[in-house]
């Protein structure tokens, strides 16, 4: 399964999430290659803090690929891992334009309060471009750093704005803001992996990966 955290807005939580779900599914077994198609190379740093730290199960980790290395490190590695997880984003990266050919699912995430409406708009406009030029890709969108209360006004306006863009599959439990996440991601982890254990971490991220992988 091929999986693009992406989004054309910066600071919403691509890498975040895309780590989380990286060790989560390492955890589970499987091989993972997560690839880090952002300049910045927060995954990749993360990544290796994991490598470091010898934790169990390791995560393939790509150095930063543009547009055309992308296109050419899924094409040579897609069959040789179980997933592939992307974290892509950037309003003109051609990263994720390459990645929305070849990826099976894209998870667009949302912060309460962005409300730069260009982006989903931008977001919108680049699954167009690939629906015209391929079958079969699946698109989520979801709130991250959502407020504690699932009915908070920030939250709500959040979800308000995705019932105009039909085209993202809105996935309607958030993943809340907690340390949890920052902490494990900027460890190269996923909350299962970190102490103390955060119990509505650990339900909000199994959710997520039984939406994306279906277990
Ligand atoms: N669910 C969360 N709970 C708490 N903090 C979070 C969560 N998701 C993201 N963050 C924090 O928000 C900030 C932005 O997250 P992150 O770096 O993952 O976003 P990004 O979309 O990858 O940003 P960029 O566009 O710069 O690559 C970071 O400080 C991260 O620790
Ligand atoms: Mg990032």
Redesign the pocket.
Known sequence: MIITVG?TK???????LAVNIAAARAIQGKDVLLIDA?R?E?AQTAISIRANNEVMFGIACSTYADGPILRSQLLQQKDKYDDVII?A?GRDSTALRAALVLTDILLV?YRPGSFDVWALQDISNLISEARSMRDGLKVYSII??ADSNPNSIDNREAASIFSEYPELEFIPSH?????A??NA??AGRCVFEIKPQDEKANSELKNLISILFGC
Request: glycine share 24%; aromatic share 4%; no cysteine.
């Open positions: 989004n910066g600071g919403v939580g691509k890498t975040t952002d910045q927060t974290d984003g995430p991250n750093v993943i809340v803001g907690r340390k996440f920052s991601a900027g």
